[in-house]
């Protein structure tokens, strides 16, 4: 149980393209899931808290209107990057907790999607 | 001060070896804790959680947890060259959402 899907997981595109990022919970739901940014041989860097049915909270320097998310359903969750540039390349990954679950409950991991901008 | 601290590593072991990862951790209110496994290029992995004082063990892992001392700890028996690896120590930060404060990771590479 508890399958977090991270889509695409590759992707390569031009400098000033827009790239949309999906997180589906499979098999539970997540009112909150977690967007985080991942440099070569760094650790894990929170970009966003996304709740279902609301807006987002953006941690301190993360700019809200250059990552857009969207948590449109238990199970969705987007970060879509706007037009992106070559800074934005990184690994993002997402995570999700199930909603039934205490608080305290870890938190799953998607497979990640590695962003590269030309 | 960072909030959770980890050496970086690398630490090596031979195989059979036991393995000793250490994290501190800087809010004394957390009551959640988790290690987490990332090989290279990938997202992390839950290996183990711990929510109390003492030690939990699963399977070739435990875990130990000291909350006067803000310490937490992970012990891998009979460690194998699959387990080299990055563990990641994260910690239930403050405030809504719980979200999570990772460490920046101590590598492990166990040599055959």
């Known amino acids: 149980g508890a399958v977090v899907s991270q889509h695409p997981s590759r992707v390569i595109c031009k400098s000033g393209t827009s790239v949309k990022i999906e997180c589906r919970s499979l098999?539970?739901?997540?009112?909150?899931m977690f967007w985080y940014r991942q440099f070569p041989k760094k650790s894990l860097m929170l970009m966003a808290t996304?709740?279902?049915?609301?807006?987002?909270?953006?941690e301190q320097g993360v700019e809200k209107d250059k990552f857009l998310i969207n948590h449109a359903s238990l199970t969705l969750s987007t970060l879509t990057v706007t037009s992106a540039h070559p800074e934005d390349s990184s690994f993002y990954i997402c995570?999700?907790?199930?909603?039934?679950?205490?608080?305290?409950?870890?938190?799953?991991f998607g497979d990640g999607t590695r962003l590269s901008i030309l | 001060q960072k909030e959770v601290e980890q050496n970086s590593g690398p630490l090596s072991v031979p195989e059979g070896a036991i393995a000793s990862l250490n994290c501190t951790y800087s809010?004394?209110?957390?009551?959640?804790f988790f290690w987490y496994r990332q090989y290279s290029g990938k997202s992390p992995e839950l290996i183990m959680s711990?929510?109390?004082?003492g030690d939990k063990e699963d399977g070739r892992f435990t875990a130990q947890l000291n909350k006067a001392s803000q310490y937490v700890s992970l012990l891998i028996r009979d460690s194998q060259p699959s387990d080299s690896a990055t563990y990641l120590c994260?910690?239930?930060?403050?405030?809504?959402?719980?979200?999570?404060?990772f460490g920046a990771g101590t590598r492990l590479a166990v040599h055959p």
């Open positions: 995570s999700a907790r199930d909603v039934q679950g205490l608080s305290n409950q870890p938190q799953h």
């Open positions: 098999d539970f739901q997540a009112t909150t």
């Open positions: 996304s709740n279902e049915g609301s807006k987002a909270t953006y």
């Open positions: 809010d004394r209110g957390s009551q959640s």
């Open positions: 711990i929510y109390s004082n």
């Open positions: 994260a910690v239930v930060g403050a405030g809504g959402y719980n979200k999570l404060i």
